[in-house]
């Protein structure tokens, strides 16, 4: 009987480590075009969607891309780092949002080398609800031109503050460009710096109340209008930038040169 008892328990033992280890996520993942959600999204199995892959990956962790191809729409809900080194990581959406970030208040998410497109459809192409700071990299947002909800990168937080910088990045051929609206009396601010905001039927750079936008060696050109706030928000040029060439340029609160 003891034996009997023994060896039950084993067993049991082994099928809890055998599902502990079916359901581990990995610090470091890989998507690739001709990949597979049902893989464990390694680098000789990788996932095919973003999507796929984020639910196998760690919080903190790193999805990798292997090659170029369409990777899906995502809502991020945890700190991560998307990245896709020399080569492009497509992510197409049509009529709706392509990436959303919906993560923790202490989170930090980045996206590297991305090339979002809305097809002239689509809602954000990357939209912030909530996290700690968003670093948008080496990108490209474009075709997000819904008539009423169409936006390149939309900062709007309701609950908690949040950080964004966009860095060596276009914006083009939406709506709106970049556009930090928090709600709820939270606040948001954004750094942007060496990106091109061109070609949108909107402005180019919006900031609303309780939102702040610092803006530095950047061009911001034939968009409907350059630069714009509503309420208290505030555009502040940290010099070196071009905003010249939009059916109305609109001006900088402020200009702080750099130090």
Request: hydrophobic residues 40%; charged residues 10%; contains cysteine.
């Amino acid at each position: 009987m003891h034996k009997t008892f023994l060896s039950a328990f084993l067993g049991l033992g082994l099928l809890l480590i055998g599902l502990d280890a079916s359901h581990a996520q990995a610090t470091r993942t890989w998507v690739s075009g001709v990949g597979n959600d049902a893989n464990p999204c390694s680098r000789t199995a990788p996932c095919k969607t973003f999507a796929g892959a984020i639910s196998k990956t760690a919080a903190k962790g790193e999805i990798n891309v292997l090659d170029p191809g369409a990777y899906g729409v995502v809502t991020i809900t945890k700190a991560i780092t998307i990245i896709s080194e020399n080569m492009q990581a497509g992510v197409l959406a049509n009529l709706t949002n392509a990436i959303i970030i919906n993560a923790g208040v202490n989170d930090v998410v980045e996206l590297i080398g991305l090339n979002i497109d809305g097809i002239s459809t689509g809602l954000a192409g990357i939209k912030v609800l909530k996290a700690k700071a968003v670093h948008i990299r080496r990108s490209s947002v474009r075709g997000f031109g819904d008539a009423t909800n169409g936006v390149g990168i939309h900062v709007v937080p309701g609950t908690n503050p949040v950080h964004v910088t966009v860095s060596d990045t276009v914006v083009s051929q939406n709506k709106q460009g970049i556009l930090v609206a928090p709600t709820g009396g939270v606040t948001a601010t954004a750094v942007v710096e060496r990106v091109n905001v061109e070609n949108t039927n909107g402005p180019g750079i919006r900031a609303n109340a309780n939102g702040t936008i610092r803006v530095s060696n950047s061009v911001i050109t034939n968009n409907n209008r350059g630069v714009q706030t509503g309420g208290t928000g505030q555009i502040v040029s940290l010099g070196n930038n071009l905003l010249a060439g939009n059916s109305t340029d609109g001006t900088f609160n402020a200009t702080i040169p750099l130090q």
